[in-house]
């Protein structure tokens, strides 16, 4: 069940990381942050956290948006090489992790908090399910089909694909980089915002989760193949089924698992399933 | 011959002026004990650990996070074995087990390049954090250890010779024909090879010096803490934080990072004792100020001052 959130999450990074070129060390803050406006929706407005989705991905894209034409695009116009700007854009995401985390903190506290939400059995082919995480797994395949599409087969997703390549050629033929960047950029906060919500169904949440999920966020990406969406999406699956499984023996070997996992195959295949 | 003897007496300046501060530092606990003591100490752990960082990765570019994996191995080995030995054996020890592991992980992963270095390293710190409180739980049935207690002024003492130590060792090393081989890797590895660089093995043996210094110093510092677990001991902002601190003061001086961790390390201990609720916060924003309006970092700013500065000067004449 973890899979389909963890597909979301790592192909917003792979967004960010393979298109803007930011390696964003803050993308589990927007996760939290995502997951924290649909609980305080769901608790003081009593909004239906499907609803909420409709409302959480939008503002969180826009705060993105903005976040890359003021910040990001800065840092890229003053950096030497597109090597020192990785290098300071990673920095940056950091501080930004920083602010976002006091900022939450202040604003909702440091407990956990938890709500119940279709929190019932449903029966599928004689096997049960929690109805919940069945409606988070197919939500989560769902957006990141509805993405793949639109990367596939829009004019728009032809513009990012471009940019993904070569952002300089992509200029020359009329795409307008900035623009489109920014775009991708705000794309992966609204992801990470859209699997932080789907996540506040099912477990709870807290204001300082958002480092682990950036981390196994990176460790799909890489599984995947840096820049490769439909690999973080393939990598999310197998990752989420391998954390399934390890769960079931034995519970704190997770992230063991998932951290063997991802240096064996650092060292056999640093390029990951899908990349070149 | 005007000129020589001013570089000489220059030189000499230089030297006198370290002297200076040598010493100084070295007698704060007779004049100014308690609380300046124990935040020098931490101030000289960050100095430590990130000079040990610039060591490797100034030069190479390759961007190493696993400083807290060291620094871990280091507090370990004074949680297990600081009971039963002196505390000088225990550092040495700390050192020389950092060491060892540090050529393991280099032997390993330096083949791997760019990005994927620093998130192997970063994932190694973690599978390292993971395995051992899984053994913990499993097999001791504890979480935590108890780490024996060691007087302040020792502390200090004893992280001052690491400091030095380290400062020296950066300094020969950037002099020396080692530090030109691992310019030349950082610039082009390919070419540095077919120069006769044994590039593998030059960057697994600086790789696994620079570990040794953080080992030392995990080792000290373990005792200040007195409790200790493996979230603490292998705690990832120990990776973040030289990177940060070393890009805040400018790597292109060897000055540049002790500048950058010490007023980095003041700044956080000032924040948080000052504003521990917003603490996160203003240091978010002075990172990203710093990063954008100085991405030379301080030692950047001061010789872009100075230079301006001489312009004027010599407009003026």
């Known amino acids: 069940m973890l899979g389909g959130i963890y597909a979301l999450i790592a192909v917003g990074l792979s967004l960010q990381y393979g298109v803007a070129r930011v390696l964003n060390i803050s993308h589990g803050e927007f996760i939290m942050v995502g997951a924290f406006l649909t609980w305080a929706m769901y608790t003081f407005w009593h909004l239906n956290p499907l609803v909420s989705l409709a409302i959480v991905g939008p503002a969180v894209f826009v705060i993105g948006f903005i976040l890359h034409r003021t910040l990001f695009t800065r840092l890229k116009s003053s950096s030497a090489s597109p090597a020192a700007y990785e290098g300071s854009s990673l920095l940056a995401t950091f501080g930004l992790m920083f602010i976002v985390q006091n900022l939450a903190i202040i604003i909702w506290g440091a407990d956990i908090e938890a709500y119940s939400f279709l929190n019932t059995g449903v029966t599928i082919l004689g096997a049960r399910f929690a109805a919940n995480r069945l409606v988070t797994l197919l939500f989560a395949i769902g957006i990141c089909l509805v993405f793949y599409i639109f990367l596939a087969r829009t004019r728009l997703g032809k513009a990012i694909r471009a940019a993904a390549q070569d952002p300089e050629t992509a200029g020359l033929m009329g795409v307008n980089i900035k623009w489109v960047l920014a775009l991708c950029f705000g794309l992966g906060a609204l992801m990470a915002s859209l699997a932080g919500s789907l996540l506040s169904m099912c477990y709870p949440i807290r204001a300082t989760m958002g480092l682990e999920y950036t981390v196994i966020a990176i460790i799909v990406v890489v599984l995947g193949g840096m820049g490769s969406i439909v690999g973080s999406f393939i990598g999310g699956l197998i990752l989420g089924l391998v954390g399934s499984i390890v769960l079931y023996i034995d519970p704190s070997l997770s992230l063991v698992a998932y951290y063997v996992i991802f240096i064996l195959l650092l060292l056999i295949r640093p390029t990951g399933i899908l990349g070149k | ?317």
Request: aromatic letters at 12%.
């Open chain 2, 1 to 317: 011959m005007n000129s020589i003897v001013r570089i000489i007496s220059k030189r000499s300046f230089q030297l006198g002026l370290l002297a200076v501060i040598l010493v100084l530092l070295a007698t704060v606990p007779f004049h100014s004990p308690g609380y300046s003591v124990v935040l020098l100490s931490s101030i000289f752990m960050y100095v430590v650990i990130t000079v040990s960082w610039v060591i490797f990765s100034g030069p190479t570019g390759y961007m190493s996070l696993a400083s807290a994996a060291f620094f871990g191995v280091g507090i370990y080995t004074s949680a297990l074995l600081g009971d039963t030995l002196p505390i000088a054996v225990v550092i040495c020890i700390g050192a020389l087990v950092s060491f060892c592991v540090a050529l393991l992980v280099g032997a390993l992963t330096l083949r791997l390049r760019g990005i994927y270095f620093a998130i192997f390293t970063f994932g190694l710190v973690e599978l390292i954090k993971h395995l051992t409180l899984w053994w913990e739980i499993n097999m001791e049935h504890t979480r935590g250890r108890l780490v024996v207690y060691v007087e302040n002024d020792t502390i200090f003492w004893v992280m001052l010779v690491i400091l030095v130590a380290t400062l020296l060792t950066a300094y020969f090393i950037r002099r020396s024909k080692w530090g030109l081989a691992l310019q030349s890797i950082g610039e082009n590895e390919e070419a540095a090879s077919h120069m006769g660089i044994n590039v593998t093995m030059v960057k697994v043996i600086i790789f696994a010096f620079s570990a040794l210094f953080v080992g030392a110093s995990g080792a000290i510092m373990a005792t200040r803490w007195t409790y200790i677990d493996p979230g603490i001991a292998f705690n990832p902002l120990f990776s973040f934080m030289p990177v940060l601190m070393a890009i805040f003061g400018g790597m292109g001086h060897l000055l540049g990072p002790v500048i950058g961790a010490a007023a980095f390390a003041y700044l956080e201990e000032f924040l948080i004792t000052e504003f521990s609720e917003l603490y996160m916060l203003i240091f978010g924003v002075i990172l990203i100020g710093a990063i954008i309006y100085m991405p030379n970092g301080i030692v950047g700013l001061i010789q872009k001052l100075w230079t301006r500065g001489i312009r004027r000067k010599n407009a003026d004449t």
